[in-house]
């Protein structure tokens, strides 16, 4: 079995700010889909069986070199360094997998269902920062497509982004992402963040 500490949400991201920036890195949120639901009906002490059954499968599940983190009530965060996305989907998919086939942990809770959202650096994002936006956009793209999946990020591809901008801005914008090694969106995000700022007194 992997030793894998689960770490607390700030421990998480400490030690997520120390893998080399420079190296591949894949960043998985993990949402426990119906956990609210054996609260309510069968009380936390099923809610938490099933949470710490989820722990004891992640973490006899994943690489030795993962880091692995509950950020918040019912989620979990998996650092995989020097793995790419393709790779994160492959490993997070059999676990979601594996957890949806089990049989409940115990016979007042359901079966665990999972939505797990991934993004890598720096195919998806340069900076740790962008890296878990990104993670989070997938996990709700995966529970809005019906939950009880894997999503990997797709960047939102402006479809509509050649009626507002010159093809002139739209070629040094591709170089500019080339060039930090980020995201177009990351790019225009930070751009409007920045306007957003300097206009605040009117809004």
Same mark, same amino acid.
């Given at each position: ?11 998480? @991201? ?11 890195? &894949? ?23 099933? +949470? ?14 993962? %880091? +692995? ?20 989907? %492959? ?5 979601? @997998? ?7 942990? &115990? ?10 959202? %991934? ?19 997938? #996990? ?18 402006? #479809? +509509?982004?050649?009626?507002?901008? &010159? ?18 969106? &990351?790019?225009?995000?930070?751009? +409007? ?11």
């Amino acid at each position: 079995m992997s030793t894998t500490a689960l770490l607390s949400h700030d421990e998480f @991201q400490a030690t997520v700010n120390k893998v080399d920036p420079g190296a591949l890195l &894949s960043l998985a949120l993990i949402d426990v889909d119906n956990l609210a639901r054996v609260n309510d009906e069968h009380g936390h002490a099923a809610g938490d069986a099933v +949470l710490r059954d989820l722990e004891e499968v992640l973490a006899g599940s994943l690489p030795a070199d993962a %880091i +692995l983190g509950r950020v918040g009530g019912d989620e979990y965060a998996v650092a995989l360094p020097g793995m790419a996305a393709e790779s994160a989907l %492959i490993v997070l998919e059999e676990i979601r @997998q594996h957890v949806a086939d089990r049989e409940p942990v &115990s016979e007042m809770a359901h079966k665990t269902h999972l939505s797990i959202g %991934i993004a890598g650096r720096p195919t998806h994002a340069g900076s740790v920062p962008d890296l878990f936006r990104a993670a989070e956009e997938s #996990v709700y793209r995966a529970k809005s497509e019906g939950r009880n999946r894997t999503a990997l990020y797709v960047e939102s591809k402006m #479809v +509509l982004k050649s009626n507002y901008y &010159s093809r002139a801005s739209l070629d040094r914008l591709a170089k500019l992402s080339s060039a930090r090694n980020r995201t177009e969106a &990351s790019l225009l995000r930070e751009g +409007l963040d920045d306007l957003l700022t300097k206009h605040r007194d009117a809004i």
